[in-house]
């Protein structure tokens, strides 16, 4: 059965980096629209980062811009999140979850951030401190 599995959170220093993993299985992922999003302690899921199912066309947070970038191994069945120059705002779970692109665009997944739609993971945690 569909399955999304995140990994390579942990604790970093303020500039530093990490990369995300998001391992799918139980589904085509090459027929899918994959976002990150993320949840900061009190406050409301929101979106990342999404990514076309070919890889050729991404959308990402202001918050985020120049600092963070999606990619996409159709192959490897992975999904990946590189975040540079990290901030301690940062912090958060990261999910992953997977629409079908017939029924959004990557705009609209990024925009709508809720568990009902499609499939998510279970999340990673990312701690930004010094």
């Known amino acids: 059965q569909p399955q999304l599995v995140e990994s390579g959170g942990g604790l970093v220093q303020p500039g530093g980096s990490l990369r995300l993993s998001c391992a799918a299985s139980?589904?085509?992922?090459?027929?899918?629209?994959i976002g990150w999003f993320r949840q900061a302690p009190g406050k409301e899921r929101e979106g990342v980062s999404c990514?076309?199912?070919?890889?050729?066309?991404?959308n990402y947070a202001d918050s985020v811009k120049g600092r963070f970038t999606i990619s996409r191994d159709n192959a490897k069945k992975t999904v990946y999140l590189q975040m540079n120059s990290l901030k301690p705002e940062d912090t958060a779970v990261y999910y992953c979850?997977?629409?079908?692109?017939?029924?959004?665009?990557?705009?609209?997944?990024?925009?709508?951030?809720?568990?009902?739609?499609?499939?998510w993971g279970k999340g990673t945690l990312v701690t930004v401190s010094s």
């Open positions: 139980g589904f085509t992922l090459d027929d899918y629209v």
């Open positions: 990514i076309s199912r070919s890889g050729g066309s991404t």
């Open positions: 979850a997977a629409r079908h692109g017939r029924l959004t665009t990557i705009q609209a997944m990024c925009a709508t951030p809720r568990s009902d739609l499609g499939y």
